[in-house]
T-cell receptor, first 112, second 111 residues
Framework: DADVTQTPRNRITKTGKRIMLECSQT?????MYWYRQDPGLGLRLIYYSFDVKDINKGEISDGYSVSRQAQAKFSLSLESAIPNQTALYFC???????????FGPGTRLTVL | GENVEQHPSTLSVQEGDSAVIKCTYS??????FPWYKQELGKGPQLIID?????GEKKDQRIAVTLNKTAKHFSLHITETQPEDSAVYFCVADQSGNQFYFGTGTSLTVIP
C-alpha cells in the first residue's frame, strides 16, 4: 500500500463550489504539506503543518484553507473554487527538517 | 522568500551521454538542496540531496555539486538510460520550513 494517499485523484467542479482534497499517510511523520503544481512553475507551497496543533501559511495560501484532523490526515479546502485554481495538487510528509519530503500521487483539479 | 532558477527547461541526450542541470538560489540562508524526479502521473521522488556543509555528493550515476559562494548547485547524470527520462526539479530549503522548487527540466534520453 502507498505510504501517502490522496483522494480524489481527479475532480472536475464548477466555479463557486466548495472542494475538499484529502491526504492520509502511514509513515508516522509529524510534518505534512500541501503543494500546487502548474505547468512551467514547478511546485509551490500552499500550507504546512508540523503537528496537529500547528498550521502555517506557505507561499500561496490565499483562497485555500486546511485542517489537520489527526497526525495522519491533512485536508485542503477551496471554499469557493475559481478557474485559476485548476492545477495538480500534491500532499507531502516529512519526519523533520531539513529532510526528505515524501509525496503522494497527486490530485488533478479542474474548475470550470 | 527564496527564488530558485533552473536551466535548461528541456534537455535531450543520447543514451550513454551525460546530462547536466543547473540551478541558482537567492537566499544565503538556504541550507538543504534536494533534487526530485517526477515521472508522468506520479508525485516527485527524491533522487539525491546535499547540505550546505558539503560541496559535492555522488550516488552511483548521479552527482550533485554546491557552490555556496555563487549560490548555485548542479545535478549531473552520467551514462544516461531511457529510464532516466522524466522531469527533474531542484529545490532550496530555507531554514527547514519551506521547499522552494525550480521550474523543472524535462529530460529525454534517446535510445
Amino acid at each position: 500500500d502507498a505510504d501517502v494517499t490522496q483522494t480524489p485523484r481527479n475532480r472536475i467542479t464548477k466555479t463557486g463550489k466548495r472542494i475538499m482534497l484529502e491526504c492520509s499517510q502511514t509513515k508516522g511523520h509529524d510534518r505534512m504539506y500541501w503543494y500546487r503544481q502548474d505547468p512551467g512553475l514547478g511546485l509551490r507551497l500552499i500550507y504546512y503543518s508540523f503537528d496537529v496543533k500547528d498550521i502555517n501559511k506557505g507561499e500561496i495560501s490565499d483562497g485555500y484553507s486546511v485542517s489537520r484532523q489527526a497526525q495522519a490526515k491533512f485536508s485542503l479546502s477551496l471554499e469557493s473554487a475559481i478557474p485559476n485554481q485548476t492545477a495538480l495538487y500534491f500532499c507531502a510528509t516529512s519526519a523533520g527538517s531539513p529532510n526528505e519530503q515524501f509525496f503522494g500521487p497527486g490530485t488533478r483539479l479542474t474548475v470550470l | 522568500g527564496e527564488n530558485v532558477e533552473q536551466h535548461p527547461s528541456t534537455l535531450s541526450v543520447q543514451e550513454g551521454d551525460s546530462a547536466v542541470i543547473k540551478c541558482t538560489y537567492s537566499d544565503s540562508a538556504s541550507n538543504y538542496f534536494p533534487w526530485y524526479k517526477q515521472e508522468l502521473g506520479k508525485g516527485p521522488q527524491l533522487i539525491i540531496d546535499i547540505r550546505s556543509n558539503v560541496g559535492e555528493k555522488k550516488d552511483q550515476r548521479i552527482a550533485v555539486t554546491l557552490n555556496k559562494t555563487a549560490k548555485h548547485f548542479s545535478l549531473h547524470i552520467t551514462e544516461t538510460q531511457p529510464e532516466d527520462s522524466a522531469v527533474y526539479f531542484c529545490v532550496a530549503d530555507q531554514s527547514g520550513n519551506q521547499f522552494y522548487f525550480g521550474t523543472g527540466t524535462s529530460l529525454t534520453v534517446i535510445p
